[in-house]
Structures are given as C-alpha cells and as structure tokens.
C-alpha cells in the first residue's frame, strides 16, 4: 500500500510541475477546471446526489467554469484576480467560523445545501490555482508543496509515534503527534525557504503553520462528510490516496486563505 501510494504521488508531482510552469494561464485553467469537475463528481457521489441531479449538477459547474475561463481572456488576470478575492474572503469566513463549530456539533445537512456549498468550494479552490499560478508559478508550488510535505508528515509522524487520538469520531486515524510532525516538517520546510530564497520575514513561519493547520480542518471536514455517506474514500481514482478529493482536501481550505493572506501582507507592508 505504501509502495502504491509513493509511486501514485511521484506521478502526480512529473504531471503537475511540468504543467504548472509550460502551461498558459488559459490551458491551465482549462486543465484545473477539468480536475475541479472530478473532485466535484466526486463530492456529488459523497453528498449522494441522484444520477440525473449530479449531471445538471456537473454540467452547471462545467458551463460557469468555461463562462468563467472567457472572462478571463477577455477582462485578464488582474481583473480576475481581484474579482476572485471576494470568493476568497467568503470561504475564508466559512472555514475559519463555520466549519470548527460544524465539526464540534457534527451537523447532518440537505444534500441540496451541501451541493451548493461544494460548488463553492470547488470554485474556491479553482480560481485559487489559477491566481496563484497566475502570480508566480514557484508561488503556487511552495504553497502546494507546504500541504503535501504536512501531510506525508503527519501521516509518518502518525504511524511512528502517534498515541492521542486527534478527533476519534471523525478520523480514528489522526494523531496530535501526526500534526506534531506535520509542523515540525513545514517549519524545516519555511527554513529552507527562508535561506535558499532570502526572504526578509519571519512571517513565513506563522504563515506556514496557519496553512497547515488549515490543512488540518480541511481533511477533518471531508472525513466527517465521508463518514456521514458511509465512505471510506471519494473514489478510487487514484491507487493508494483513493480519490482527487482525498488528496486535495487539505489544499481547498488553505490555498484561497494563503493568497488572502498574502494580498493582505503586501497591501499593509
């Protein structure tokens, strides 16, 4: 399983570089819109949409993204950048208010209110790739790179020395020691940034922490939503992680609150 889930990440990061700095901002929005529908596919089955519901569904999502994608080439990233702070600071309130409560009382909602929060949050998540890439493609990857270095720590971090139990009732699996390592890794991580691209603030540190403890919140909320649908996994798309969702569930919270963040720093810098 853990040979499967290594070569599985490998693959995805010869994909992804690649991609993230060949790509016009265009192609990759088209690209990032394809992968945003899968995840969204996949939270449909989740939420337990009707056949017939999740391809209006899919198929709404689909034609506002292409609709969104023409702004784009028409108005530029500037104007799309800044319409999409917006988004950002309405999903920024959802996970930082909304969801701790939501995982303390664990709510059961309409699987037509959590349709419309998935459109939301796959939206988020979408735009969110296209600015960042948008930006400076080495941004978005150290913002990628800062989830996946927490969670491939947490996880060993959890199998090596993992003893309290982080949420029992939402994941059985998670430790406080697994998010231990998951810190300790993404502050090794902020040092070797902090040298290597001389960077002149210590902000990068708490900046770092907060991503990662989004990360946190964002696997927690999909683990209590696949529990509440009786699922193991999102899907089985990919070997050893189980589905898109499953590997980006850390990213939909932290990549739209990071870039907030760092559109506030520069602005008040």
């Known amino acids: 399983m853990l040979k499967t889930r290594i070569i599985t990440a490998l693959i995805l990061v010869v ?3 690649p991609a993230l700095f060949m790509l016009s901002n265009t192609y ?3 690209g990032m819109l394809a992968l ?3 995840a969204l596919n996949e939270w449909a089955g989740m939420i337990q949409l009707p056949t017939k519901q999740r391809a209006i569904y899919l198929a709404v999502a689909a034609m506002a993204g292409l609709i969104a994608v023409q702004m784009l080439e028409q108005q530029g990233f500037h104007w799309f950048f800044f319409k999409s702070l917006n988004v950002f600071f309405v999903v920024a309130l959802f996970w930082t208010l909304i969801v701790p409560i939501w995982l303390a ?3 059961i909602l309409s699987k037509y209110v959590l349709a419309l929060l998935g459109l939301l949050l796959m939206a988020s998540v979408w ?3 296209i600015c960042a890439k948008g930006a400076d493609p080495r941004l978005l990857l150290a913002l990628v790179a800062t989830i996946w270095i927490a ?3 947490a996880y060993f971090a959890g199998k090596k ?5 982080l949420a029992p009732s939402i994941s059985p699996g998670k430790t406080w020691e697994g998010v231990l390592g998951a810190l300790i890794a993404v502050t090794i991580y902020g040092v ?3 040298l290597a691209f001389n960077i002149n603030s210590l902000a990068i540190f708490p900046a770092l922490w907060l991503i990662t403890g989004f990360g946190v919140i964002g696997d927690l909320f999909e683990s209590m939503l696949k529990r509440q649908a009786n699922m193991k996994d999102s899907g089985q798309i990919l070997p050893g992680h189980g589905g898109i969702l499953d590997r980006i569930d850390g990213i939909i919270p932290s990549l739209p609150i990071a870039i907030l963040m760092i559109y506030a720093y520069n602005l008040w810098s």
């Open 15 to 17: 994909v992804f570089i």
């Open 28 to 30: 990759w929005a088209y």
């Open 36 to 38: 945003t529908l899968v």
């Open 105 to 107: 009382k664990k709510w």
């Open 127 to 129: 735009v969110a790739l």
């Open 151 to 153: 969670d491939s720590a």
């Open 161 to 165: 020395f993992g003893r309290h139990k």
């Open 192 to 194: 070797i940034l902090y």
